[in-house]
């Protein structure tokens, strides 16, 4: 089913008009810092399913929910000390937290996808949050792309993949963290489920302890599987030249065809990842050459990507 998908301009006509189309039942993307998120109302079935069907999403991947205060989160989730001690250090901001769900949530049981937890994030992003204010109620989220594919750091990019399967796309410009939120679960013990925009060190530094690592046979994080964030492309990691046939995206000074980042900096590094892949994907090369990235800070959360992107695909 393609329908025409209109784009609104960040104001409070374009707000209000995203909030009417949200209260529909209907799809709206819109901008987070991290990356643009495909929102659905998080306690109406039929509009989170639609977010499934227009990612092409596996059902079993549960969705994150974006909510504009604490208050709001403590009404859906049990909530404890260190929920609050790392909601005070990064909310609002590129931090997930998964935590048990209370009763009476009223949530669709799709965005959990049936699990007992659910992921919650406050967005930092102007535009996230005025939707927010002028929806008054959760955002069920996903990156606004087709799963599997390269996340969405404009609306271009939201555009180039969903247009005529979503309503509506909100357009702030691009994403200035460019990486997907950093997931811990606190259901347990603090774990670090997916790296991302808040490097694990600044969190272990907020708890005083070290996040324990994520034992991905237990698969508490369906969505963490091996082949994700694909270009069209093969990926080739830790490349230091450029073989035939190949477009180099390098990091630091280096010859290439696109840099992440000449000076080194992990934190612009992270923010033209996605755009730097869409952009040499369009190019038509039959394999994107990656430079090796260090390993610390942020630099944690690109080689996450990039190695997802290289995986074999399923
Ligand atoms: O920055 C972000 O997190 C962006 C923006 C739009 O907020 N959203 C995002 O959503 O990256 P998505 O759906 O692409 O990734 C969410 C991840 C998935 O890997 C999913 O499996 C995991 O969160 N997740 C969601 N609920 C979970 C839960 N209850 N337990 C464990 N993992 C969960
Ligand atoms: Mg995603």
Redesign the pocket.
Same mark, same amino acid.
């Given at each position: 089913m393609q329908n025409p998908t209109e784009m609104l301009h960040p104001d409070t006509p374009g707000f209000e008009r995203a909030a009417d189309i949200l209260r529909s039942g209907a799809l709206v993307a819109f901008p987070?810092e991290? =990356?643009?998120?495909l929102g659905a109302d998080a306690r109406n079935d039929r509009a989170v399913a639609r977010i499934f069907e227009a990612k092409s999403r596996p059902h079993f991947?549960?969705?994150?929910v974006?909510l504009p205060s604490v208050d709001a989160a403590k009404k859906l989730v049990e909530w404890s000390d260190t929920a609050n001690i790392l909601a005070s250090a990064f909310w609002p901001g590129?931090l997930?937290l =998964?935590m048990p769900l209370r009763q009476g949530h009223g949530l669709s049981p799709l965005v959990?996808?049936g699990?007992s937890?659910?992921?919650i $994030?406050l967005?930092t992003h102007p535009v996230a949050q005025a939707l927010l204010a002028a929806f008054d109620g959760p955002i069920a989220?996903?990156?606004?792309n087709p799963s599997g594919q390269i996340?969405p750091t404009t609306a271009a990019h939201v555009s180039q993949g969903l247009t005529g399967l979503i309503d509506a796309i909100l357009d702030g410009g691009a994403c200035d963290v460019g990486l997907?939120?950093t997931?811990v679960?606190l259901a347990d013990t603090p774990t670090l489920? $997916?790296p991302?925009?808040v490097p694990s060190e600044a969190i272990a530094q907020a708890l005083g302890a070290p996040l324990a690592d994520h034992d991905s046979d237990a698969l508490?994080?369906?969505?963490?599987m091996a082949s994700h964030y694909a270009p069209g492309a093969q990926v080739r990691l830790n490349a230091t030249s450029r073989h035939d046939g190949e477009v180099l995206l390098g990091f630091g000074p280096t010859e290439c065809d696109l840099n992440l980042s000449r000076a080194g900096d992990l934190v612009e590094a992270a923010a033209n990842l996605f755009g730097h892949l869409h952009a040499l994907d369009a190019l038509g090369a039959g394999t994107i050459a990656v430079s090796p990235i260090p390993e610390t800070g942020l630099g944690r959360a690109i080689n996450d990507r990039l190695r997802r992107a290289a995986a074999p695909r399923g």
């Open positions: 987070t991290t =990356v643009y998120g991947n549960p969705l994150i974006h590129p997930t =998964v959990t996808a699990l937890t659910l992921a $994030r967005p989220a996903p990156s606004a996340s997907e939120s997931i679960g489920l $997916r991302g925009g508490t994080a369906p969505g963490q």
